[in-house]
């Protein structure tokens, strides 16, 4: 089923956000796409069990499940762990968490980061007994007030040490990661602890728009050098799913089949060249 | 003249945008702040010479003139020495470095940085012979981009180690660096290695407006808890001026006169409180 040079592709779903889980999964089986990433609210609407069956059917591979995470929000120990339940029952190898930005009205960053490594030792336990691995996103530092204090890579992995590698762990993705001095010297480093989890890709506006949560681009689209960046996370051992994870009001208005079309071809010109050893599927 | 609890305060030109440095000048002494920092473009606007003398017979403390940098422009080395000369003229301690960010059409982010590291090397010498320290602002990551791909604190002083801490060292802007996990680990690394030309204060908004440069707000109005900043920038050994430098429309659209007020209050109710030991006026 795969296609040549797109074997590691997966397709993040929120990419192509006006389609539902059954579109999506269509939608990979007609452009050759071996890999979905999947998002809970999707999955929720066409109901858990029929998703989890369609995907088995279509002999899809589910790179991640987003997102758990938003430690500040009342709820977030029982919703983190029905998000790791579901994850599970999706056949995902790991749940990406978005870990939330500060509470309303808080300007205490120290003590929102000591809870939030506090909720994770709270639900590596149970994310280890389903099977599931954490998959801590670090998020560039212009969201650390309002969605993510988890801002570098080098402190999710500080806050991932405590735990064993198959439970706690930390997804890559290019647009939040790219401007960081220190990022390959880190991915190098979650090479040698065993700690990634996933690599998402997807670029950077060089003029953000006035959304800066919809700053992120198609390859290409931006500024951001993926050999550097490929390079390092294929020094760093990983040779799993690569997902293309974009947040873009025009990309989101597009026909998704020719967003498809697009993905793939960029994918292919300018992800997979510079993913050494040559693009294959993940062995799993 | 100087005013009990604001007597570090330093008002940073660009906050009252609208203002020329004669009216400037006239609002610190009008409001009983001690010392300013300057812009090169208002600067020129009134003429180098009539501007040094403006503040000498005000008795003002320049804390610092903004800014040289942007390296990827043609024309920077010269641009930078006549920045530097300026700075000297007017008795400015330090130059700010904005870096710039990624050339036009450009990805190679390494290529950049090494080119910036370079130019500072090229303009050290000559920032030496002049008396004027360059101080290196590291920049949130979001402009890196567009503005400035100096992006962490640990990376400027990584970047000014090879130079003689008189003549190369670090702006620190709370604006910039509130979000950095590592923020306080490098503030006391730059007390220690004698890196601090210069603190800024300003706060962060929750919501950024739609221009992210405009993203910065009166100290009290967005999420940064000055306490820990404050603190490790007084336990690093600073002792100097605490500049506001404010970009944001409404600011700049309000009144200056209001503006200052509003300033000097904030100051003395969140900044001067936790710059521990006490307010007081540099010595030098």
Redesign the interface.
């Known amino acids: 089923m795969s296609t040549p040079g797109i074997t590691r592709l997966s397709l993040n779903q929120r990419t192509v956000r006006r389609w539902g889980v059954r579109e999506a999964i269509e939608g990979c089986l007609r452009h050759g796409i071996d890999a979905i990433g999947l998002w809970r609210e999707p999955v929720a609407d066409l109901g858990l069990t029929v998703s989890a069956a369609l995907i088995k059917d279509a002999a899809l591979r589910v790179s991640s499940v987003c997102r758990g995470g938003f430690f500040a929000q009342p709820g977030w120990l029982d919703d983190n762990r029905a998000a790791i339940d579901e994850a599970a029952t999706l056949g995902a190898p790991c749940l990406v968490l978005v870990v939330g930005?500060?509470p309303d009205g808080d300007?205490?960053?120290?003590a929102t980061?000591a809870h939030m490594s506090d909720a994770i030792a709270a639900l590596a336990p149970y994310a280890a007994d389903a099977g599931v691995r954490l998959a801590l996103e670090p998020m560039?530092?212009?969201y650390?007030?309002?969605r993510g204090?988890l801002?570098?890579l080098?402190?999710a992995l500080?806050v991932a040490a405590p735990h064993p590698p198959d439970s706690v762990a930390v997804m890559l993705d290019t647009f939040h990661l790219?401007?960081?001095?220190?990022v390959r010297a880190q991915i190098a480093r979650a090479g040698r602890e065993r700690r990634v989890a996933g690599f998402q890709v997807g670029d950077?506006?060089?003029?953000?728009p006035?959304d800066?949560l919809l700053g992120r681009a198609m390859m290409g689209d931006?500024?951001?050098?993926f050999g550097?960046l490929c390079g390092a996370v294929t020094a760093a051992g990983y040779t799993g799913d690569v997902e293309v994870e974009i947040f873009n009001a025009d990309i989101w208005a597009a026909d998704p089949n020719d967003v498809l079309a697009v993905m793939k071809e960029r994918y292919a010109s300018l992800i997979a060249p510079v993913l050494h050893p040559a693009d294959r599927p993940p062995a799993r």
Chains 1, 2 share one sequence.
Not at 107 to 110: A, E
Not at 178 to 182: A, L, R, V
């Open positions: 930005g500060l300007r205490d960053l120290i980061r560039h530092p212009m650390c007030a309002d204090v801002c570098t080098g402190q500080d790219w401007w960081d001095p220190d950077f506006l060089r003029e953000l006035a800066v931006g500024v951001i050098d550097p």
